[in-house]
Structures are given as structure tokens and as C-alpha cells.
């Protein structure tokens, strides 16, 4: 091989190995939360900005810094704003590890939820795994919001949503693909998790404000509908096979207070046209364990405190649902999946009209009750 070609090669090969566009990362910004407001005809962005130098490698913060700080932009469009937010950025900003949006309630009342997702999903950088949610407080104290025992912010409530619903089901997480797969479906209303802000911890030093799950928002293709929230909401998570854990607390015969963890839940929808209605028969069927006892109880006292509790609570979730027009158990589409000849005949807009009689029979039953512990006895008897 001659000197010029050796040359040659050795330059090709310089070339090659370079990395001329790659970014450093010490020297970029790294997304976790977006917040999303709009107030005055204006959109306003709260981006959760995250150290990684701070939470990498453990599970828990190694120095005092802040995880987080929050900016703040304004804009006529939610594109305006996020480019204003970058006027006042030092570095370049990193969106694929945006974790979660929460928007706020003026938002969603306004019709300008849909702008929100079309960003997220359409920019090359973030992905549709983003967890989704509701807010009634300023969305500025949700991104607020720090771990309690100051835990890496990327495993909080709002980051990592999946842990918790495994121990207590109330509400069912939801990501953007989930979200647009439910606008797409005829006659489906997407449940949004609702989440406010509540000091109900403490350190020795101060009240700690957390996220808090209290119901959700429901949206369709056409707009917002409103929120099920609080005790009424409870009834949802009896309504779903994706329910992992969740709690019935009932008095029992003896006037005594007990409660019972569910650990499995199994719904079937059977729709019923008859006489130019349409009625629907639920049966739930749900595996149950002691937790507290209080005072005498037996197995069948048991089984039927926790039928008629969990039939009061899905009613209690439906008869509210319905002064909204919100097909909160997704009847519509258990029509339309299982006889959509009726479902095209009797559906306006999509949706079945739904009344207080429209759940013709709603049958509970406990497939298994159990203690863990054996015994279902009272540890220490009152005198």
C-alpha cells in the first residue's frame, strides 16, 4: 500500500468514528412532568425540569439539592409557550423522558385538551407511554409535589403510578396510547385520573403536601363532561377486570365495623334488548380475604356485607354518572361489541341513552373468602 492511499484511509477512518452530533449530557435539560394550564385565552406551561445527578444510581437523593424546578411560559398556542420556556432555559431541553401531563380543569372545560395531546404524541422525542391526569388545584402545586421520604422524584405517584394501583386499585392509571386507543373506539369515554394536593403527611420539620387520587375526569372525542369523584367514584373499580387490590368497610350484623380487602375482580356485561329497550345484566364476581374484624362475625355475614356494599357503591358511581351523561361502565360499547345490529339501531351519537332502570339486574358474587391468617376470630374480646 503506498503512502497516499495509507493517508487516505487513516482520514476515512477519522471520519467514521466521529460523533459531531451527538449532545453531551451534562450539558442538556431532562423533562419528568409537564403542566398544563389556559387562563385568558392564553396557555400556560409548567415544565418539571429533573437532576439526574441527583437520583441516578439509588433510589433516593444523595445530596441536599432540589430533584426538580419548575418553569413557567405563556402562550396564545400550547407550541408558543413551550418556545417561550425555552427562552429562558441555559441548556438544550430533553423531552424523552417525560413521564407525565397534568392539566388542569379551565383547560378542559375550554376544549383545549385535544392540542395537548396532538403535541406530546406528534414530537418525535416523546413517547406514548405518558401518564395522563386531571387537576381541580393550580397546576403548578402538582409538579410541586416531592416524594414523601424524599424518594427519587422519577418514582413518584405521578412518574410511577403502576406500583401503588397494584396495593390499592381506586383508580386505573392512564397513558396517552391508552387515551387515544379509547377516543377511537364508537361510543367509549376515557376516564382520566383526578388528582388533588393534600397536606396528609408530616416530618419532624414540616407538613408534607402529596398527590392524592380522588376520582376522575371524563373526556370524549366532543369535549369534557365533568369529574366522579370522592365516595361516588368508588364504584368504578369494582366495574374493571384490571382491579389488582382494593377495600370493602361495611357494619356488620352485630352493628361492629369490619373490613375486607378484594383481591380479584370478574365482570361480565350481558346486554338485554327487549321491548325496544336496551337493559343490561352485570354479574361481579370477586375473591375477598378478613382484614379488621370487630366483635362476632361468621362467613355468611361476611359474604353478604360485602354484596350489598359493593352493589351499593357501583349504583351509587352509575345513578351519579348519569345526571352527567356519562356512560361511566361503558355500556354503549358493550353493545356494540356483543350485538351491534342493536347497538346501531338504538345508539345517538355513539352512545345508548342510559337510564336509572337501564342496569336490569346486578348480581355480586363471592367466589372465595378467606383469612390469611386462618381465622376470622376477633384477637382481643371486648368485656
Request: charged letters at 30%; one cysteine or more.
Amino acid at each position: 500500500m503506498n503512502q497516499t492511499k495509507l493517508i487516505f484511509l487513516m482520514l476515512i477512518t477519522t471520519i467514521l468514528t466521529g460523533c459531531w452530533d451527538a449532545n453531551e449530557p451534562e450539558r442538556m435539560l431532562y423533562i419528568n412532568g409537564i403542566g398544563a394550564d389556559y387562563k385568558d385565552g392564553q396557555y400556560e406551561v409548567y415544565a418539571q425540569i429533573i437532576s439526574f445527578t441527583n437520583i441516578a444510581k439509588s433510589d433516593q437523593p444523595t445530596t441536599d439539592q432540589p430533584q426538580a424546578e419548575i418553569g413557567h411560559a405563556k402562550g396564545k398556542t400550547l407550541d408558543e409557550a413551550i418556545h417561550e420556556l425555552y427562552h429562558s432555559v441555559d441548556q438544550s431541553i430533553l423531552w424523552g423522558n417525560l413521564n407525565y401531563v397534568v392539566v388542569s380543569e379551565e383547560l378542559m372545560k375550554n376544549g383545549k385538551f385535544s392540542p395537548v395531546v396532538d403535541m406530546f404524541t406528534r414530537f418525535r422525542q416523546t413517547r406514548y407511554r405518558i401518564w395522563t391526569y386531571v387537576t381541580k388545584d393550580p397546576v403548578k402545586d402538582v409538579l410541586l409535589v416531592k416524594p414523601v421520604l424524599n424518594k427519587a422524584i422519577t418514582l413518584s405517584k405521578l412518574s410511577d403510578p403502576k406500583n401503588s394501583y397494584n396495593q390499592e386499585s381506586f383508580v386505573e392509571p392512564l397513558n396517552f396510547r391508552e387515551l387515544i386507543i379509547g377516543l377511537d373506539e364508537p361510543s367509549y369515554e376515557v376516564m382520566i385520573p383526578l388528582i388533588t394536593v393534600e397536606e396528609n403527611w408530616e416530618s419532624m420539620n414540616e407538613s408534607i403536601k402529596a398527590p392524592v387520587l380522588s376520582g376522575v375526569g371524563v373526556v370524549t372525542p366532543k369535549g369534557f363532561k365533568g369529574f366522579i369523584s370522592g365516595e361516588k367514584a368508588r364504584g368504578i373499580q369494582w366495574m374493571t377486570n384490571e382491579t389488582k387490590k382494593g377495600e370493602v368497610t361495611f357494619e356488620s350484623d352485630g352493628g361492629d365495623y369490619v373490613t375486607m380487602t378484594i383481591n380479584k375482580v370478574n365482570v361480565k356485561v350481558e346486554p338485554i334488548v327487549e321491548k325496544g329497550e336496551v337493559k343490561f345484566d352485570i354479574d361481579v364476581r370477586l375473591d375477598a380475604a378478613v382484614s379488621t374484624v370487630e366483635g362476632k362475625v361468621t362467613y355468611d355475614s361476611l359474604a353478604k356485607g360485602i354484596k350489598k356494599e359493593v352493589e351499593k357503591e357501583i349504583m351509587d358511581t352509575y345513578e351519579e354518572a348519569i345526571k352527567k351523561d356519562i356512560d361511566i361502565y361503558h355500556l354503549s360499547e358493550q353493545l356494540y361489541r356483543k350485538n351491534v345490529k342493536a347497538w346501531k339501531k338504538y345508539h345517538k351519537d355513539g352512545q345508548v341513552e342510559l337510564t336509572e332502570d337501564s342496569i336490569r339486574k346486578l348480581t355480586v358474587h363471592i367466589e372465595k373468602l378467606e383469612s390469611d391468617r386462618k381465622s376470622i376470630k376477633q384477637t382481643i374480646k371486648r368485656r
